[in-house]
Each structure stands twice: as C-alpha cells, then as structure tokens.
C-alpha cells in the first residue's frame, strides 16, 4: 500500500459510503486515481468495503475469546478448520499459552456452548481449550452478514 492508498483507506474507514469524487476532492487527486488505487486494493485482497454494525447494539449475543492449545504438528490444518465454524469471527495463530485463539459471535448461551463443547471438540488436533466470555466490548464492530446469519440461523434452530 502506499500513501494513497492508506489515505483513501483512512476516509472509507470513517465512512464507508463516501462518493469517491469527495474523496479526491479531499485527497487532492482525480476521481479516476481514486477508483483505480479501489479497485486494485479491492481486487489484491488489501481492502474491503463492507456494512458494519456495533456489537453493543445486540445485547443478547455473546462475544467470546477462546483460547485453542493444537497438536503442534496440525496447527495450521486446525487453524483452517476452527475459521470454518459458523460463529467464528477471525481466527489467528499466536505466541504464549495457547497456540490459536479464535474470536466467536455467539446468539445464544446454548449457541455458545455447543461451539466449546461440541464443534471445536471435535476437530481432529485440538487437545484443550479456554474460553473467555465478553462482558462489554468498547469499538468493537462486526459485518453486518455475519450477525445477521447467526441470528437467522438461531432462529430457525428455535422453530423446530
């Protein structure tokens, strides 16, 4: 990323929905550079542009830490698979304790515990797992087509 791109980054960052002509008037450059630095960020994976919704706006859902020790030798394979779990928010490979530590999006206290005792188990690698529930999260946002899915399924497994 150079210059540009970070300073059209930092503007879509407070407001995702700006037009990209205020962001070159504001930048100080063509329209068409802002849509070409957009365009190839967007396409190389650097950037993307998306709905976000404040987590504290859903007080029924829990956040949840989770720190994940690995049998060392499947730590990337079970880093892969732990992503995959459908509450799962980001997943990363970290130093210390645990040797993964996976963020979850849990609707449910029901939710929550089935991923602990019933999904993350379950993966061939994981040995032992810690998890830390999220009493109040300050700045933290989530995309908006992943609560919104959690809720939807959750809903749907409460109708049967």
């Keep these: 990323m150079d210059t540009i791109d970070l300073e059209i980054s930092s503007i879509l960052g407070q407001n995702g929905r700006i037009s990209n002509r205020e962001i070159a008037r504001r930048i100080g450059i063509a329209e068409g550079t802002v849509r070409q630095h957009l365009g190839h ?4 994976g ?3 542009v998306t709905a976000q919704v404040n987590i504290e706006s859903f007080p029924e859902v829990y956040v949840a830490l989770v720190g994940v020790k690995i049998d060392g030798r499947r730590l990337n394979e079970c880093a892969c698979e732990v992503e995959k779990l459908p509450s799962v928010l980001t997943t990363m490979i970290v130093t210390g304790r645990y040797d993964l530590i996976a963020v979850i999006l849990a ?3 029901r939710t929550l515990v089935d991923f602990v005792t019933g999904q993350l188990s379950k993966i061939p690698g994981v040995k032992d797992s810690e998890t830390y529930v999220v009493l109040r999260n300050f700045g933290q946002w989530v995309a908006a087509d992943k609560i919104s899915q959690l809720l939807r399924d959750e809903i749907k497994d409460d109708e049967r």
Excluded: G, K, Q, V
């Design 41 to 44: 960020m967007i396409e190389s």
């Design 107 to 109: 609707p449910s206290r």
């Design 46 to 48: 650097a950037l993307r």
